[in-house]
């Protein structure tokens, strides 16, 4: 089955966009290495981004639609900003259960108040935070060993 990666608002920026904050790596080298775990995991994947909470939103809904019909285990997501004001791609998560881990490059608890909450994390499996771009790979590792010892 197919892994989602699903990536949001100025994550195409990665890699330019404070480095300091984001790291050096470019969205393009965070898909060349979920890639080869994805390969190495026997997993197709589909690796996207947009800036749009609507085609978030229209992605989320697709992916719910796969898993129900067996060709997807879900999605690895980072909603950039959109995690913490979108009430929307939530009830997309839930609608259309999706299966979701969220990810977070920088450790968010540790940065500005208004990025403590998510309005994803209740609705989410999992949640990967701080590890840099290493997150998303840590996230399609969880992706794909849910369910082998009988919880989620
Ligand atoms: C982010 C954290 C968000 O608060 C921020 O708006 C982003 C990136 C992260 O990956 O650390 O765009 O999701």
Avoid: K, M
Wanted: aromatic share 6%; glycine share 12%.
């Amino acid at each position: 089955p197919t892994i989602h990666v699903v990536n949001g608002p100025n994550l195409n920026l990665l890699g330019t966009r404070e480095p300091e904050v984001y790291g050096h790596e470019t969205l393009a080298d965070v898909e060349a290495r979920c890639r080869t775990l994805t390969d190495s995991l026997g997993h197709a994947l589909v690796f996207r981004q947009s800036n749009s909470e609507g085609t978030l939103v229209d992605w989320l809904q697709d992916i719910g639609r796969e898993v129900a019909a067996g060709s997807a285990l879900g999605v690895v997501l980072n909603a950039g900003a959109y995690t913490h004001t979108s009430v929307a791609l939530r009830d997309a998560i839930v609608g259309a259960s999706v299966p979701t881990i969220e990810v977070h490059v920088s450790n968010v608890h540790a940065r500005e108040e208004f990025r403590h909450h998510s309005y994803l994390s209740p609705v989410a499996i999992g949640i990967v935070v701080g590890f840099g771009t290493g997150g998303y790979e840590l996230a399609i590792r969880g992706l794909a060993e849910r369910g082998r010892d009988g919880r989620g």
